[in-house]
């Protein structure tokens, strides 16, 4: 964690304490629950934090805001799911009388089979470039519905015996949602197995591993894949290389902290492994036409 001002919750019992909502989840690995749980006490806005878990949350006719990265979405009394993956730069303001439900869950509570063609396609939402607010419909919202009631049935049981049963109804979740998403955006091309896992895996990697290296070799080292063989599938995969990508994740994450917070320059640029505050200086002009201060101002 860069700062300490930035909340990283590593616990899913640790966000809900944050939240002050009264909330406590019977197991470390995944929490079912629906927004009626939630106490009248809860924090009506969440400063910027990070999680190293997952969230879906389904939402009807609530007033929600929330940014994630400099990205910034506005729910006003329509049907949504909102994502919180690993790593994000998250933050949001809600009015407390939402309706609607909630997973969160830890990767471990999932299985990602690598040698199984068709898990991408199952587990896409979770990939951490896709959106991570949509809007739906309600008879979207019906049917997500069902299965969260399915959820929580096996959830609010005595004994938590019925885990695996509950990652059944949540990976039913992703094919739901992952229809939706197909529904209403141009369907994804397809790509041969191997270098969409290696894609994803990426992806997933940087935004846990970011501030701790920043270069392709370690991450091509992480994934047991040389160098090469790493610039080719995402080249084929997402059309950009992984330095265009890990740049563009380094810019995002330093506007959203240049912007939410008051951690100085030099902080910052030693967070993500700069050599100096003019390397990030220049870095962050090369990017964006203006340097950290200059986007700064133009913020104030």
Known sequence: MPFKSIHKFTEINQ??????GGLHSKSDDVHVFRFSDISKGVVTEMPLFRTTFYQIGLMRQ???KMSVYEN??????????VFFKPGQLIRFASDPNWDGYVIHFKTAFISIPNDNSEALKRFSILDPSRES????????????AEVYEKMLCEYEKPLLSNLSIIELYLQILFHKVNDIFERDNQPKETFSTRKE???????????????ETKTINDFADMLFVTPKYLIEALKETIGASPKEYVDNRI?????????????????????YQFRDQAHFSNFFRQQTSMTPLEYRKALA
Do not use: W
């Open 251 to 271: 810019i995002a994450e330093t506007k959203t902290l240049l912007r939410y917070t008051n951690q100085s320059i030099y902080d910052i640029a030693m967070a």
């Open 72 to 81: 910034e979405y506005t729910l006003e009394n329509l049907f949504a799911l």
């Open 62 to 64: 609530a007033n929600f």
């Open 133 to 144: 607010f949509l809007i739906i419909q309600e008879s979207d919202f019906k049917e997500l």
């Open 15 to 20: 966000f809900h304490h944050a939240a002050q």
């Open 197 to 211: 896992q290696i894609s994803f895996q990426f992806k997933k990697l940087v935004s846990e591993k970011l501030r």
